[in-house]
């Protein structure tokens, strides 16, 4: 029977899993899923969680439950390739044959002092949750900033409008404009949305340091009721001390360089998904779908004693679509921008395709 242990419970380890129990080709198998929370969370929603639209039980999809399927709530506290180990929180440790890697992000602060310890985030449900709690205890005109004006930070800006409309919300941003990934129609568009409904962007911000409840944007002090950072993320902690340990190579974010099978140099056992594995494609729940469904392949292929094709297809990405509250949004599908209403009913679309037809 082949052992395959998948670390992490995100967009890209469900996938393959998904994939497997279904393939009716696989061969004799046990899946060990090591994920702490007791289900599949739909990270890409949230902001809405800590902006408080969106109640957490909305966000939330179970895992499968099949007889080759075995979910461990603990936590991982060291990977060793090696001895093909998987140590863990609670003492036990897990062997494996085939070992997949998904175990996401965090938040990456760039070394500015205090920006751990002393701002919000959104990079995992029960930190949204935190955030959602000092957010709704922010007294009646207070002030909120959030660092970085990417798409978390834009979406997060506005579900924060449309939750507490008599906030000061304030976007830092280092670059010209805000969403500087987009095509100018698309961030001025959503520039004008802030405008209208009484966002402040900074541009050109320098954050040189965080206080509790003090920004310092080019040294100067600012004083607010919460700070919520969306600046950048990068590999979770397990994954860096992995990459050295072990002498990975790693891209300009931090993430394991893998081959077209999505395994890093030297270890045939193992792969990388999601935010953990570099790519020509920007960080997705998308992408880390499609790399998932080409591991499971892999696996099954592999299992069987077969040769991985000479060449995988090119993963085909849809698009990115963005929210602005509930009611407008944005999007860039292939060559096509949208923008307005269209994008996000587009949106809330694939949202309740993904909840009610998962798998």
Not at 265 to 282: I, L, T
């Amino acid at each position: 029977m082949h052992h395959l242990v998948i670390l992490g419970g995100g967009y890209g380890g469900l996938r393959v899993i998904q994939r497997l129990l279904a393939d009716k080709q696989a061969p004799e198998m046990k899946i060990t899923l090591v994920e702490r929370e007791a289900y599949h969370s739909l990270k890409t929603e949230f902001y809405a969680l800590a902006a408080g639209t969106v109640a957490d039980r909305h966000l939330r999809i179970s895992f499968p439950e099949d007889a080759r399927l075995e979910h461990v709530c603990d936590t991982v506290t060291n990977i060793d390739l090696t001895n093909q180990k998987v140590e863990l929180q609670s003492g036990e440790p897990l062997s494996y044959d085939d070992l997949v890697i998904g175990l996401g992000c965090e938040d990456k602060h760039h070394g500015v002092p205090g920006a751990q310890e002393k701002t919000l985030s959104i990079q995992s449900m029960r930190r949204a949750r935190k955030t959602n709690q000092i957010i709704q205890n922010v007294p009646h005109g207070g002030r909120v900033a959030i660092v970085g004006g990417g798409l978390s930070g834009v979406e997060t800006a506005s579900e924060l409008r449309e939750s507490r409309t008599d906030m000061e919300i304030r976007l830092y941003d280092r670059g010209e404009n805000i969403l500087s990934m987009f095509p100018p129609k698309l961030y001025n568009y959503v520039t004008d949305w802030f405008i209208e409904n009484n966002i402040t962007i900074i541009n050109r911000a320098n954050i040189t340091e965080v206080d509790w409840k003090t920004l310092y944007n080019h040294g100067e002090p600012e004083e607010l009721d919460a700070i919520i950072w969306t600046a950048g993320v990068q590999p979770n902690k397990l994954v860096r001390e992995l990459t050295n340990t072990y002498e990975l190579e790693t891209d300009g974010m931090g993430r394991v360089v893998v081959s077209q099978y999505h395994q890093p140099a030297g270890w045939e056992n193992v792969f990388f998904v999601g935010d953990c594995a570099s790519s020509e494609h920007a960080p997705s729940a998308q992408l880390a779908e499609a790399q998932g469904d080409q591991i499971a392949v892999l696996l099954v292929k592999k299992w069987h004693g077969e040769a991985f094709p000479q060449k995988m297809p090119r993963m085909k990405l849809k698009g990115v679509l963005g929210s602005l509250g509930k009611k407008h949004g944005f999007g860039l599908m292939g060559e096509r921008q949208l923008i307005g209403r269209v994008p996000r009913v587009l949106k809330s679309g694939v949202l309740w395709m993904y909840k009610h037809h998962s798998g």
